[in-house]
C-alpha cells in the first residue's frame, strides 16, 4: 500500500469495502485513525460499521 493521504482512491476503496479496519488502513498510511476519519468526512465518505450499508435519510 502506498503512504500517504495522496493515495486516495486506494484508501478510500478499502475503508469503503471494509476489507481492512480502520486501524489496519490507518497504520499502512503512517496516520492516526482520527485523521483517516477527518479525512474520510472532509471527502464525503460516509462513516459507519464495517460492510453495513447507510441508512437513507429523507
Do not use: F, N
Request: aromatic share 6%; glycine share 6%.
Amino acid at each position: 500500500m502506498q503512504s500517504g493521504l495522496s493515495a486516495q482512491p486506494l484508501w478510500i476503496a478499502l475503508y469503503k469495502e471494509a476489507k481492512y479496519s480502520v486501524e489496519q488502513i490507518a497504520r499502512e498510511l503512517h496516520i492516526a485513525k482520527t485523521t483517516l476519519y477527518k479525512h474520510l468526512r472532509q471527502r464525503g465518505v460516509e462513516i459507519g460499521v464495517a460492510g453495513e450499508k447507510p441508512i437513507a435519510t429523507m
